[in-house]
C-alpha cells in the first residue's frame, strides 16, 4: 500500500513539474509551436536516462524506489522518455524490425487515432 500511495505522490509531482514547466517555456517563447511541450519530453529523455544509468552503474537502488521515480514522476512528466528508452533497447539489441514498428506504429497509429478520436469527440 505504501508503495502505492509514493506511486501517486511521484505521479502527481511529476504532473505539476510537467505543467510547470511546459507552461514557463510556452509562455516565455512566441508563436504556436508546442516547444513546452517539447522540452518536457526531451529533459525527461535525458533525466530519464540519467537516474537508469546512475542505478545502473553506481548506486544500488531498491526497485521499488525505481519504480517510484521512474514509472510515478518520470510517467506522469513525460511517457515519452519511457518510449524513448524502450526503443533503445529494441536498438541495442539489434532488433530493427520491432523497433520500427514500435517507434513508427506508435506515431502513426497515435497520429490516426487522434484524428478519429477527434473527429468522434467533434461530433457528440
Known sequence: MQKIVLLGLAGALGSLARYGLAGLVQRATPGTFPLGTFVVN???CLAFGFVWGVCENRISLHPDVRVVLLTGFMGAFTTFSTFTFESLGLMETGQ????ALYAGGQLLLGLVLLWL????????
Open 96 to 99: 530493427w524490425m520491432a523497433f
Open 42 to 44: 526531451v529533459l525527461g
Open 117 to 124: 478520436g477527434l473527429g468522434a469527440g467533434r461530433l457528440v
